[in-house]
């Protein structure tokens, strides 16, 4: 690896642990932030309804699959016990809301009751309720309508309704303008005095829908026809019961269906063979007579060879027959207009397959009709669009009908011409004879009919006397014993991960909006200007803080400077330096003072300038008077420099000469030459001279001193000085106006990454490092 990558990693590595150092020294924010939303999520847990989980399990049969007496042969062509149910149909009868409005209904739950906590209110079901109410008649106008009753013995309550309060009696039928209704008490349970309960009224519509939007059923796998059935709801014995209630409602609706066809069926049977069974006496009646009257024994052998060939053709004629009158039946039955809305019976060895769909359709949608009209009106839309359906299928089935009739009887004339052939061959077989064959042909017709309708009344009466529902419960509903809603983990997760990105993003926000220099990169990223060092926050509000017994973090780092300042400019003179900032009220005359304070405890002579001739705060800092200084000496030609020195009570070796009266034209004055003069007496007379000037981002003044300096250290104040105020010192090191700039960083404090000890490197390349801090290179040379 290249010494250019180390030093990217490295760079890198200083970033990412200066980010997180910047964001953990707000670190009790954060710990605030957690403890906070903890609480937050505590106190939302405690008084949130919970929300738990009923499941039961559904095992769907299929007919066709089902190893019971249904499945015999013997009944194989009993269609009422071959209809395979698709789970996916099943599923959606489960969530139909007519299904679960009927369930409702049937456990009245026109009305939830409530109990008042100190915080929240819970909802109480069965064994919980100290009260019943059983509704006679709702209005709409009690819909979501909520009312108060006020337990007051064993015997007595009073309702509250609104402003109105009125008392009553246990068992006593309560009339209002939106119900009617009675309170009775739930046995068991002793009444408190004074206890209140309340009562709300529910649209059974909207509930059943409320319900069926968190109704889940699902298979268990796509193998199995088993169905998981779940509910959520705040109160676990309710949604068990409505669970219950809901398959126990699913199958006998089931049993209906199955039970009012096959009775339907019976009912058209025994129509028919009342209407056959006379007509079956009346032929055997007829042969009776006839043979009677002819005194018949036995036909000739020579006739019966002929015979059972005629036989033939009348047995299948005979079947026809038998096909064509059923079709007859049934054309009957769809043209009566009674049986409009009645079931057709499909179980009469009809061997056409569309017309049985198209009677099986018919069935379906009279069915379907008969279940939207426990629900609804038969005015209502969906039940004429049902009735139309039900019009177009008879038409159909009418149509059908009469193609399968006419071409039973092309078939049957077929067969009466074939049968003609064989006329001639018996025709000498008396006429009697002849005449008893019609004759037991028609009896014959009528038996086969007989017998079959029989079989087939018999069959319906076994598949209504042995119907069963089309499920078995294998699991049956039960409530999960911690709630899913709300999940406290995840809430808890939540609260911790809100409760550090808040005060995360207030920081980062706050960091993003603010335009003043908060950190040392603040600076670093805007100008390649070396920095000097860094000056802490003066807790004590003395100017004076650098003395010989000091020993606090703001003198330390002066000393600190002090050294850097030596190592900044190896090699070169530096004795006079000049100090400037962006605008007034960073620190200048403060940091001239001090630094000069800490030159001084090395044994040198230095005296500091007050060259900020527009707002001078040398002098008045210090409590020495101001009024000779700077100003007088540059217009006086005879004032000597000694007369505007004054020295600094405490501290010997260190001198201020003040800036004296404000004169009117402060840039003129800087620009003569008996600066030049000033700057050359005084370096004879002292070690350093330190130049407290005007801020070089508001008046040029300090510009004009560049010729008299050997250095110049630029302030700039945390929280204080713009961002963008640091391209004045940028341009300034880029244009040389100043010699050798260097910045000092006052007023640090922790948020600015402050700490005691702050380490740079100076000079061309050489690395200088002081205890406590991480190494830090910074190149100081001009």
Request: a neutral charge; zero cysteines; glycine letters at 6%.
């Amino acid at each position: 690896m290249s010494d250019k990558e180390t030093l990217m990693i490295e760079s890198e590595q200083i970033d990412i642990k200066n980010i997180l150092a910047k964001y953990l020294r707000y670190w009790y924010w954060f710990a605030i932030g957690v403890v906070l939303s903890m609480v937050v999520a505590f106190l939302y847990l405690r008084y949130t309804t919970p929300e738990y989980s009923i499941s039961s399990t559904l095992l769907i049969k299929d007919d066709k699959k089902s190893p019971d007496l249904l499945s015999n042969a013997a009944f194989s062509d009993l269609e009422v016990f071959q209809a395979s149910r698709s789970l996916d149909n099943q599923i959606q009868i489960l969530k139909s809301k007519s299904l679960m409005q009927r369930v409702l209904t049937d456990l009245s739950l026109y009305t939830s009751f409530y109990t008042e906590g100190r915080v929240k209110t819970t909802e109480v079901f069965g064994r919980s309720q100290p009260i019943k109410v059983i509704v006679n008649d709702l209005d709409s106008a009690a819909f979501n309508k909520t009312i108060f009753v006020n337990l007051k013995d064993n015997n007595s309550f009073e309702i509250e309704d609104g402003e109105k309060k009125t008392a009553h009696q246990f068992g006593q039928q309560i009339k209002t303008d939106y119900a009617t209704f009675t309170v009775v008490a739930a046995p068991g349970l002793a009444k408190k005095e004074g206890g209140q309960v309340a009562v709300k009224f529910h649209d059974i519509r909207k509930l059943a829908n409320s319900y069926n939007q968190r109704l889940t059923v699902a298979p268990v796998n796509k193998e199995a026809s088993v169905l998981t059935i779940s509910l959520t709801d705040v109160v676990p014995e309710k949604g068990v019961t409505i669970i219950n209630k809901l398959i126990e409602v699913y199958n006998k609706e089931a049993v209906e269906d199955k039970n009012q066809i096959a009775a339907n069926t019976i009912q058209f049977i025994d129509d028919r063979l009342k209407y056959l069974t006379e007509e079956l006496s009346t032929v055997e009646k007829d042969v009776e007579a006839y043979k009677r009257q002819n005194e018949l024994t036995d036909v000739s052998s020579e006739a019966k060879m002929y015979l059972e060939r005629a036989s033939e053709y009348n047995r299948q004629l005979s079947e026809l027959e038998i096909q064509i009158d059923v079709l007859n039946s049934i054309e009957t039955y769809l043209k009566n207009q009674k049986n409009q809305f009645e079931l057709v019976p499909s179980t009469l060895s009809i061997q056409d397959a569309t017309l049985l769909n198209l009677i099986g359709k018919f069935n379906e949608l009279q069915l379907e009709r008969q279940r939207l009209l426990r629900t609804t009106q038969a005015s209502n839309p969906i039940v004429q669009n049902v009735n139309e359906q039900l019009a177009n299928l008879k038409v159909n089935i009418l149509e059908n009908l009469g193609n399968i009739k006419g071409s039973l009887a092309i078939t049957r004339n077929n067969l009466r011409a074939n049968s003609s052939q064989f006329a001639s061959r018996i025709q000498k077989v008396p006429a009697i004879e002849r005449e008893l064959l019609e004759i037991n042909r028609q009896q014959g017709i009528k038996e086969g009919l007989y017998l079959y309708l029989l079989q087939k009344r018999e069959e319906s009466a076994l598949s209504l006397a042995a119907t069963v529902s089309n499920s078995r419960v294998i699991d049956s509903a039960v409530a999960g014993d911690l709630p899913v809603k709300p999940k406290k983990q995840l809430i808890y997760l939540l609260a911790f991960l809100i409760g550090l990105g808040v005060p995360f993003a207030f920081i980062y926000v706050r960091d993003m909006l603010n335009d003043k220099v908060n950190d040392t990169k603040d600076v670093e990223s805007a100008t390649k200007t070396p920095i000097l060092g860094e000056i802490a926050h003066n807790h004590t509000g003395e100017t004076l803080v650098v003395t010989s017994d000091s020993r606090g973090p703001v003198s330390e780092l002066f000393r600190l400077i002090r050294a850097n300042l030596q190592f900044a400019t190896v090699g070169k003179e530096n004795r006079v330096i000049l100090i400037t900032s962006s605008m007034s009220g960073e620190g200048k005359t403060f940091f001239s003072i001090n630094l000069a304070a800490s030159l001084v405890l090395t044994g040198k002579k230095v005296v500091v300038i007050g060259f900020d001739l527009r707002r001078p705060r040398l002098s008045q800092s210090l409590d020495i008077s101001n009024e000779i200084g700077v100003s007088n000496y540059l217009v006086s030609d005879y004032l000597p420099v000694e007369d505007i020195i004054k020295p600094v009570p405490g501290l010997d070796g260190l001198d201020i000469i003040g800036s004296g009266p404000i004169p009117p034209n402060p840039t003129e004055l800087m620009l003569l030459s008996k600066v030049d003069k000033l700057i050359k007496e005084l370096k004879q007379m002292y070690d350093y001279i330190i130049i407290d000037t005007s801020p070089v981002g508001q008046v040029a003044d300090a510009l004009a001193l560049a010729p008299h300096i050997d250095s110049s250290i630029y302030l700039v104040r945390y929280n204080y000085t713009h961002k963008n105020q640091i391209s004045i010192i940028d341009d300034i090191f880029k244009s040389r106006k100043l010699i050798h700039p260097m910045i000092v960083l006052n007023d640090a404090k922790k948020e600015n990454g402050y700490g005691y000890g702050y380490g740079y490197g100076y000079g061309y390349g050489e690395e200088v490092t002081n205890p406590g801090k991480k190494k830090k290179k910074t190149t100081l040379g001009v």
